[in-house]
């Protein structure tokens, strides 16, 4: 990226969470994104354990200078309609079972961030950091858990998300198919209502769905270039013997604390959908989208979330075959006019398909920028 390229002002709402630290990781390190605040909602765990690891993540992956200036705040801690719901089986218990490494949930340096912002709403801080963008500038806002805070913050602002928000990147749905339904996807299922506020907000969203996330696996030579980059050990090969049967020692305590987190969730995602190359680390692509869109493909489709269905609710309905064009009037107005993307148009650009040793590539790059400034590493020495 050219030093006269902008970066992209970033705020990150999420559930961390191991795939969210993930991300979490990138968009602090990678050169595109500006991250300027992040925000918890309920979801992997309780709110409590979401907006904490946040504050974790950042304090561990960041380097001092964005632990200190970069806000984490608490959002909401249950779904619109909903009943709360948690998934200890994936993440454990705080969120991020099994992570060696992070500061602890009652560091005070991980109580001192929470502290900072305590008693505002996470919405309002959204607001004031789209409202504090200069002219002709505007936020991107990822949301990696479910949908409440975004949909919250579309409702309260809508002059706010057409003038200063430039898209909305979530990862979230599929197209046919579920992973804590048949055919729902958890981040949408979680809160159907507020994923459906949001798609039709009048903002382009862009929303990365299993299809896509499930190509993106945590695999054996993935691992092995995380514990020792090629740089510190040039003769690395592509394909070495099984990194889980003999791992190599971590180059770095931050290379530890990823391996474990990655490896907490391949042996979750191993036991409940028998994934046995590797996890899919979700949330990260959006941060990756938001880095390299190129590496991406998708299409505009018109998508609704099931609210009701017997089976089905909180599944994303992608129509693929165009059977709604006739009612999609703002489309076949204006397709580029913020109000093409609400209602009555055509409201998702749907991610589907990723080119994944790029992926990987971006991931690693992020992890030598975070071995550089990470205070896990200055602890050690
Ligand atoms: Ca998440």
Redesign the pocket.
């Known amino acids: 990226m050219a030093a006269s390229e902008k970066k992209i002002p970033v705020w990150l709402d999420?559930?961390?969470?191991h795939?969210?630290a993930v991300?979490i990781l990138m968009a602090l390190q990678l050169p595109q994104i500006d991250l300027r605040g992040i925000s918890a909602v309920y979801?992997?765990a309780a709110l409590h354990n979401t907006s904490r690891n946040a504050a974790r993540c950042l304090i561990a992956f960041g380097s001092p200078e964005q632990a200190k200036s970069i806000p984490v705040y608490a959002g909401a801690e249950k779904p619109l309609i909903k009943l709360v719901r948690h998934d200890d089986e994936i993440h454990g218990e705080d969120g991020l079972g099994g992570v060696e490494g992070l500061p602890a949930a009652d560091d005070p340096a991980v109580v001192a961030k929470l502290d900072e912002t305590k008693g505002k709403p996470a919405v309002l801080a959204i607001a004031d950091a789209a409202r504090s963008l200069p002219d002709g500038e505007r936020l991107t806002l990822v949301a990696?858990?479910s949908m409440t805070n975004a949909a919250l913050f579309v409702s309260m602002f809508p002059d706010l998300v057409r003038d200063k928000i430039s898209q909305v990147v979530i990862?979230g749905g599929a197209e046919g198919r579920g992973n804590r339904s048949p055919v729902a996807e958890f981040?949408i299922l979680l809160d159907p209502h507020a994923a459906s506020i949001l798609f039709d907000a009048e903002v382009p969203v862009v929303m990365a769905p299993l299809n896509v996330t499930h190509t993106a696996l945590f695999r054996t030579h993935d691992h092995h270039k995380l514990l020792v980059p090629p740089s510190a050990l040039p003769s690395l090969p592509e394909t070495t013997p099984d990194a889980t049967a003999n791992p190599a020692k971590a180059h770095t305590p931050l290379r530890h604390t990823m391996s474990t987190l990655l490896t907490f969730f391949a042996s979750t995602y191993s036991a409940v959908f028998n994934f046995q190359d590797g996890p899919p680390v979700?949330?990260a692509l959006c941060i990756a989208y938001l880095a390299r869109p190129e590496i991406f493909q998708g299409k505009r489709y018109r998508v609704d979330v099931e609210l009701q269905g017997e089976h089905t609710t909180g599944t994303t309905v992608v129509d693929l075959w165009e059977y709604k064009k006739d009612e999609l009037t703002e489309f076949k107005k204006d397709p580029d006019s913020r109000a093409s993307w609400g209602r009555l148009g055509k409201n998702v650009f749907v991610l589907e398909e990723l080119d994944v040793p790029e992926f990987w590539k971006l991931f690693q790059q992020a992890v030598d920028s975070a071995d550089k400034v990470s205070p896990l590493n200055k602890k050690a020495s």
Request: proline residues 7%; contains cysteine; charged residues 25%.
């Open positions: 999420c559930d961390p969470g795939d969210d991300a979801g992997n990696t858990g990862m981040n979700h949330d």
